[in-house]
């Protein structure tokens, strides 16, 4: 169930969060690449999880509200 916070947020400010999750992704990415690249073994990969998790939640509740916003 979605919360009513995140339900009344608009297109606008799902598309900034959208925005800012992409670049925390790319910035952990690299940040990751860095890592083994330095140290020869992958760090755990857990922001890069979480961070994805967040960033499909925002994309499923903007199709979400462009879906209900069609008028039938």
């Known amino acids: ?3 009513r916070a995140f ?4 297109d606008i400010e799902l598309t900034y969060m ?9 910035k952990e990415i690299d940040e990751n690449k ?8 992958e760090k755990p990969h857990q922001k890069t999880r979480m961070i994805l998790a967040c960033l499909n ?4 509740q903007r199709q979400y509200v462009k879906t209900m916003s069609v008028k039938w």
């Open 57 to 60: 939640a925002v994309k499923s």
């Open 18 to 26: 959208e925005k800012l999750l992409g670049e925390s992704l790319s």
């Open 7 to 10: 339900e009344l947020l608009t």
């Open 34 to 41: 860095n890592w083994t690249n330095e140290n020869g073994y």
């Open 1 to 3: 169930m979605v919360s």
